[in-house]
C-alpha cells in the first residue's frame, strides 16, 4: 500500500491530482489523507483528516510513503524506516508562503533521507525507483534528537 | 519548588515544571523527540490538535487555538489564549520548537519570569524562521538546527536527528 499525505495546514492539489492520474499504473492499492472539496478522486481511497494515532498506523502499513516535503511525515516515515518520495509545496503556485519546502527537500536528498519528485511529472519515476528498492532505508535514524542537543536542553532546564 | 533527593544520585535535583509547546505537524514531531531532557520533571504539552493527547498519555495536554501572522484576528485569540495559560501555570521553563504559539508563550514566560528556549524548526535549512528571529529579543536561549546559521546570538547544539 502506498500513503499518500499532505499534511494538516493546507490543500495540496498538485500532489493529490498527479497521484490520481498516475495510480492506475503504479498497480498497488493507495490510501490518501487529504482535505475536502479538491478534485473527485477516482483511483485512490480517501481519507480526510484523521487522528494522530491513525495516521501513524496508516504510516506503519504502507510500503511507501508519498508527501509534501513537510518535517513532520518525513522525520515520522523514517523513524518508521520508510522510504518517502516529497514533492515540495511551491510559493509560486500558491501551494506555501515561501519556498523552505524546496530547500528541505534539497537538503534531505542530500543526506539521503528522502526521494525527491521535483514536479508532478517526475513522481511516476521517482515512486518506482523507491518501490524497487529494499523496505528499510540504508539511513536509519532513531526516536529522539541527537545526544548533542538533548545534553544542551538538559542543561539549560537544570542549570539554576 | 519540590527539592528531591534521588535515590541512586548522591546530589538533590530540582524538579522544575515545564511547558513543552509545538504547532501540529514537523514542530509538534520535533518537540517530541526531545523528551528525554524532561526527564524527571513536570511536563506540560501544549499543541494546536487535540488528537495528540493520546500520544502522550503520562503527560498533561492542554490544546491551544491555531494561528500564524496571516491572520491577525485568529493571533489575537491565540495570545489570550497562551497568555492566561502561561500565567495560570506559572511555568520554570518553557521550551518551543515553533511557530506562533510557541513565541507566544516564550513573551509571556519572559513576563512572569520563566527561563525560554526556542529551538528553530530543522525544515529552516536556508534561514533562521522570521518567529525564530523575534524570539531572540525574548528567549534566554535561540537555537538553530543548522551550523550554518549559527550567529552571535543564535546558537547551534545538534539536530532534532539522530
Known amino acids: 500500500m502506498i500513503f499518500v499525505t499532505i499534511g494538516c495546514q493546507e490543500p495540496f492539489e498538485r500532489l493529490i491530482s498527479a497521484m490520481d492520474e498516475i495510480a492506475p499504473a503504479i498497480k498497488i492499492p493507495i490510501v490518501c489523507q487529504t482535505f475536502p472539496g479538491g478534485k473527485p478522486i477516482k483511483n485512490m481511497q480517501v481519507l480526510g483528516f484523521i487522528p494522530a494515532q491513525e495516521f501513524n498506523s496508516y504510516l506503519r502499513d504502507s510500503d511507501l510513503i508519498v508527501a509534501h516535503a513537510g518535517m513532520g511525515t518525513i522525520i515520522s516515515s523514517l523513524v518508521l524506516q520508510r522510504q518517502i518520495v516529497v514533492l515540495p509545496r511551491l510559493k509560486k503556485y500558491g501551494e506555501t508562503r515561501n519556498d523552505h519546502q524546496l530547500a528541505t527537500a534539497i537538503k534531505m536528498e542530500e543526506l539521503k533521507l528522502v526521494h525527491v519528485a521535483y514536479n508532478e511529472v517526475e513522481l511516476k519515476s521517482k515512486i518506482l525507483e523507491a518501490l524497487q528498492k529494499h523496505k528499510e532505508l540504508d539511513c536509519k535514524i532513531g526516536t529522539i534528537a541527537s545526544q548533542s542537543l538533548l545534553y544542551s536542553m538538559k542543561e539549560f532546564i537544570e542549570m539554576q | ?162
Open chain 2, 1 to 162: 519548588m519540590l527539592r528531591l533527593s534521588q535515590g541512586c544520585q548522591s546530589e538533590n535535583k530540582t524538579i522544575m515544571k515545564i511547558i513543552a509547546i509545538a504547532s501540529a505537524g514537523g514542530h509538534w514531531i520535533q518537540l517530541l523527540r526531545l523528551m528525554p531532557a524532561f526527564d524527571g520533571h513536570e511536563v506540560i504539552f501544549m499543541s494546536t490538535n487535540p488528537s495528540f493527547k493520546d500520544t502522550i498519555s503520562d503527560h498533561e495536554f492542554l490544546c491551544v487555538p491555531d494561528g500564524n501572522r496571516w491572520n491577525k484576528f485568529k493571533l489575537i485569540l491565540l495570545a489570550l489564549n497562551i497568555g492566561r495559560k502561561v500565567i495560570r501555570i506559572k511555568p520554570d521553563i518553557i521550551i518551543t520548537t515553533g511557530a506562533a504559539p510557541g513565541l507566544f508563550a516564550i513573551v509571556f514566560g519572559k513576563l512572569i519570569g520563566s527561563k525560554t528556549l526556542w529551538l528553530d524548526s530543522i525544515a529552516n535549512v536556508e534561514k533562521v524562521s522570521l518567529s525564530g528571529k523575534i524570539a531572540v529579543f525574548f528567549a534566554d536561549k535561540v537555537h538553530t538546527q543548522w551550523k550554518s546559521l549559527a550567529n552571535s546570538k543564535i546558537t547551534y547544539a545538534g539536530n532534532v536527528l539522530s
